[in-house]
Nanobody
Framework: QVQLMESGGGLVQPGGSLRLSCAAS????????MGWYRQAPGKERELVAG???????NYADSVKGRFTIFRDNAKKMVYLQMNYLTPEDTAVYYC??????????????WGQGTQVTVSP
């Protein structure tokens, strides 16, 4: 079993910054792609940013230049640094990981989500 635990959400004013963290634990052979998704009220869940195990990143167009994803493989953690936040960034943010439980068993996992609210 694998658990993903997010932290770092909260209330911030427009133009402010937050850093989200996600810690992976459990029976992990290897962590592959990790990512952050978000879901705003009434909208579908969308990819915000992803990062491979060797550090290749991709971002949604709406966050390019403002958000940075990075990871610490030794600590089994992934982070999302969010700068210049706008009200449109308000959503529940979810951590996602593609995990090998052993060399031949691979599965995806989600965290429970952390609320980010951007408001004056």
């Amino acid at each position: 079993q694998v658990q993903l635990m997010e932290s770092g959400g909260g209330l911030v004013q427009p133009g402010g910054s937050l850093r989200l963290s996600c810690a992976a634990s459990g029976s992990i052979f290897s962590l592959n792609v990790m990512g952050w998704y978000r879901q705003a009220p009434g909208k579908e869940r969308e990819l915000v940013a992803g990062i491979t195990s060797d550090g290749v990143t991709n971002y949604a167009d709406s966050v390019k230049g403002r958000f940075t994803i990075f990871r610490d493989n030794a600590k089994k953690m992934v982070y999302l640094q969010m700068n210049y936040l706008t009200p449109e960034d308000t959503a529940v943010y979810y951590c996602n990981a593609d995990v090998n439980l052993n060399p031949s068993v691979r599965s995806g996992y989600w965290g429970q989500g952390t609320q980010v609210t951007v408001s004056p």
